[in-house]
């Protein structure tokens, strides 16, 4: 029997520990010896390289490890447990903070020494309790790291500069991530409900295994499964509780906001996958909650990536690139289920399979992404796309790096976004299996949104990289860039080698990501022995080959020699230089080109109803006859703005109760007390 100490739980748990420690010691020391910061964000960074390395080891052994240690609370005891799904999204969390904590060393160099501090005590905090979500077996545990995780989220939002909007975006996301804590608690209550001759519900009934074991009617199996994923939901960005990821991500400073989007998000998508298959219980779920999911999911990425378009700040583009991309996670899941539940193991295997492979290279190249928009804000000064243009001439290294990010995102083979979304189509088209047309029907209407949003999303994200990194300077600060710093180079080039090895190495990953839905759907995609090796992607084997991301860049690298031949071959010889067509301008300039409005123009025409658009059109009587277009996501002036009238209305109307005079309050406790027993009398 192997002792606990050379487990890969507690390997977990002493790197997350030392983790912690690092960070808050070298805060303190921060106040002290200021120059010390790159040393202690290296050191932090080596540490969640262990973390990585401690996940990929639990995922290749399979292990399942639990632990239990007595709590602060008599008879309510810590439950850990290192499965192949934990194993898989400490994986997730070491891979992506290492490359931020990497760039973080580089980032922090021109920060004051108390914002460095802040920032790097709330990132240990974060990374701490996230890690310790992913680890905790029982609802206790599991609420306390939760908690602490969403409140270490809103302090490394308010790390940023102390300016009203960050303050309001910290405190609406604290606001609906207390209010998803309250759903989840609710569901867990739910689950730990047990029909004993005492009617008394024992504390140890909240372990995840005693939970697991609770046997709920059809109605309360889609209530608890309702209430998992509104809870989730508010932190993961499901419509319509999204609303604070657009404002939460271009408010925090720039790692905060890669480890926002790349980590957190997951955590969500971790919460509700273990509480769908292992808590509610696959059996008990119903294939309409399947279909819901799945629609959900697909509305929710066409909305994400239509109003990324439409967006000319680089980090909130990304944010609703993000509702895009958790959409496409939920869309694979909800697919999953409905396969599942109607008899056919193989796609639903396939279909979680994709949707776990997604999260992961989404947690690499929207980390990626976001640090390269943030060297792009740091080197020109500018949050607005329109203000920069030409910055690969400047940033030629970097550039690189986010390019590569932006094919990823992008779905372009052989990247590794490619890999996931091609394998969830792949999935998808298995359709024909099913009985029924609804089903059918909505996996056709699944398939069609995500072919849709893929295109859509390497729409936006040509306008990210061919606004901002082509083209000539639109501003001062977009001629003045200057390349980003060796350290950042660094982390930044650590996320884009692991979307590399993702998108050229599939099977390798899809293989291991199998390991971590088998228990989940008690079905296995395996590769037979003859089958034709790891260069090769098979989504159904032994179907045959259908993809191999190695020959695919072997064919793209051969088709390009000769634009490189023909490239040399001319700085060789004589060249004859002359200017180019500029569409009747005779000079060019930063106004000749597309900006991040006339390139969306088109979105909003097509697609308006997903939109809140007020214009103005000039007419000869108005005395300054300029054209005006704003829009804004619709569910603030639908939803938001009405509840938060309401609420204050509600508020208002409450505080007339206050008088001021201890008889009124009197009579208010006596009513009250003869209210509650008159209701226990009759009860």
């Known amino acids: ?271 509700l996958i273990r509480a769908l298959f292992e808590l509610v219980g696959l059996h008990q779920l119903a294939s309409s909650f399947g279909i819901l999911l799945m629609v959900t999911g697909a509305f929710m990425a066409l909305f994400g990536i239509l109003h990324a378009i439409l967006q000319s700040a680089p980090k909130a583009l990304l944010a609703y690139s993000s509702l895009e991309n958790i959409g496409i996670i939920l869309l694979g899941t909800g697919l999953g289920i409905l396969y599942l539940k109607t008899g056919h193991p193989l796609p639903g295997t396939l279909a979680l399979s994709a949707a776990l492979f997604h999260a992961l290279n989404h947690a690499f190249f929207k980390s990626l992404l976001f640090l390269g928009a943030g060297t792009m804000i740091h080197a020109t000064g500018e949050t607005n796309l329109n203000r920069m243009g030409g910055l690969l001439r400047h940033m030629p290294r970097s550039g690189t790096l986010v390019l590569l990010g932006v094919l990823s995102i992008s779905g372009i083979p052989p990247t590794n976004g490619f890999a996931s979304e091609w394998l969830l189509l792949q999935a998808t088209l298995q359709a024909r299996d099913l009985s029924g047309t609804i089903q059918r029907s909505s996996v056709l209407f699944g398939a069609a949104i995500l072919v849709l949003a893929s295109a859509l999303a390497a729409m936006a994200f040509l306008k990210f990289f061919g606004v901002g990194y082509l083209g000539l300077p639109r501003s001062e600060g977009a001629k003045a860039a200057h390349e980003c710093s060796l350290l950042e180079m660094l982390g930044m080039g650590w996320l884009a080698l692991g979307s590399l090895l993702l998108g050229l190495l599939p099977g390798l990953v899809l293989k291991e990501v199998v390991k971590v839905v088998s228990p989940l759907t008690a079905t296995s995609l395996t590769v037979p022995p003859e089958a034709y090796g790891w260069a090769w992607l098979l989504p159904l084997p032994p179907a045959g080959p259908s993809s191999s991301p190695l020959l695919l860049l072997a064919l793209v690298g051969i088709l390009t020699l000769p634009v490189f031949w023909l490239y040399w071959g001319t700085r060789r010889g004589k060249m004859r230089s002359a200017p180019p067509w500029g569409c009747g301008y005779r000079e060019l300039s930063g106004r000749s080109q597309a900006s991040a409005e006339s390139f969306a123009q088109p979105i909003r025409h097509f697609f308006p109803v997903f939109f809140s658009m007020k214009r103005h059109l000039p007419t000869p009587e108005d005395p300054d006859p300029v054209f005006d277009l704003s829009v804004e996501d619709p569910h603030w002036p639908l939803l938001y703005r009405p509840l938060f009238r309401l609420f204050i209305a509600l508020a208002e109307a409450a505080e007339r109760v206050r008088s001021g005079r201890i008889s009124v309050y009197l009579i208010y406790s006596f009513t009250t007390l003869i209210i509650l027993l008159s209701v226990l009398r009759w009860h």
């Open 1 to 271: 029997m192997t002792s606990l100490s050379a487990t890969p739980l507690f390997f977990s748990l002493s790197t997350l520990l030392a983790l912690l420690v690092t960070g808050l010691a070298g805060a303190w020391l921060l106040t002290r010896r200021p120059t010390f910061a790159t040393p202690i964000f290296l050191l932090l960074s080596l540490e969640t390289l262990a973390l990585t390395f401690s996940g990929l080891r639990g995922l290749l052994a399979g292990s399942d490890i639990r632990l239990v240690l007595p709590g602060g609370i008599p008879d309510l005891f810590i439950h850990l447990r290192q499965d192949p799904l934990a194993s898989f999204f400490l994986l997730l969390l070491g891979g992506a903070s290492t490359g931020v904590l990497l760039f973080s060393a580089g980032y922090t160099k021109d920060m004051a020494t108390k914002r460095v501090a802040e920032l790097l005590s709330r990132t240990t905090l974060f990374l701490f309790f996230t890690g310790g979500v992913f680890l905790a077996d029982d609802a206790y545990s599991f609420m306390v790291f939760w908690e602490v995780m969403a409140v270490a989220s809103f302090f490394l939002i308010l790390s940023g500069d102390k300016t009203p909007e960050v303050r309001r975006a910290g405190y609406l996301t604290l606001l609906l991530a207390h209010g998803g804590s309250l759903l989840i608690l609710a569901s867990f209550a739910l689950l730990s409900i047990r029909e004993t001759p005492s009617s008394i519900v024992s504390l140890s009934s909240f372990s995840f295994e005693a939970l697991s074991q609770s046997h709920l009617s059809p109605k309360g199996a889609l209530l608890a499964s309702l209430l998992f994923l509104l809870g989730f939901g508010a932190k993961a960005g499901l419509l319509p509780l999204h609303v604070w990821l657009p404002l939460a991500h271009p408010a925090a400073p720039t790692p905060a906001s890669a480890l926002l989007s790349g980590v957190m998000l997951k955590a969500a998508i971790y919460g």
